[in-house]
Nanobody, 124 residues
């Protein structure tokens, strides 16, 4: 059974960069048709879309709030996805989650396999 293991979170100053990783362990997904999504959540708010990437083709989509600052990528051989976050802002502070689904969708309900989440804290 596939599991997603995230790493790379931490505490940084505004303007810094961080790269999150999401490694799939176990057999199965992600497949070429799979989509890896990145979401974030702060206490008391709904989990919001950040970015996604089609595993096979590599095409991607970003939330307006991170466009131009974040970049999503994947290493198919390593079965690992990445979220490169540049010019971080205090409002980027959240728990970040990776997830796998089958549809090119920003709706979190389209994803059925989730990582455990990793905390990103950006100080002003």
């Amino acid at each position: 059974q596939v599991q997603l293991v995230e790493s790379g979170g931490g505490s940084v100053q505004a303007g810094a960069s961080l790269t999150l990783s999401c490694a799939a362990s176990g057999s199965g997904r992600p497949y070429s048709s799979s989509v890896m999504g990145w979401f974030r959540q702060i206490p008391g708010k709904e989990r919001e879309f950040v970015a996604l990437i089609r595993w096979g083709r590599g095409n991607s989509l970003y939330a307006d709030s991170v466009k131009g600052r974040f970049a999503v990528s994947r290493d198919k051989a390593a079965r690992t996805g990445y979220l490169q976050m540049n010019n971080l802002k205090p409002e980027d502070t959240a728990v970040y989650y990776c997830a796998i689904g089958s549809h090119y969708e920003s709706d979190r309900r389209a994803y059925d396999l989730w990582g455990q989440g990793t905390q990103v804290t950006v100080a002003s």
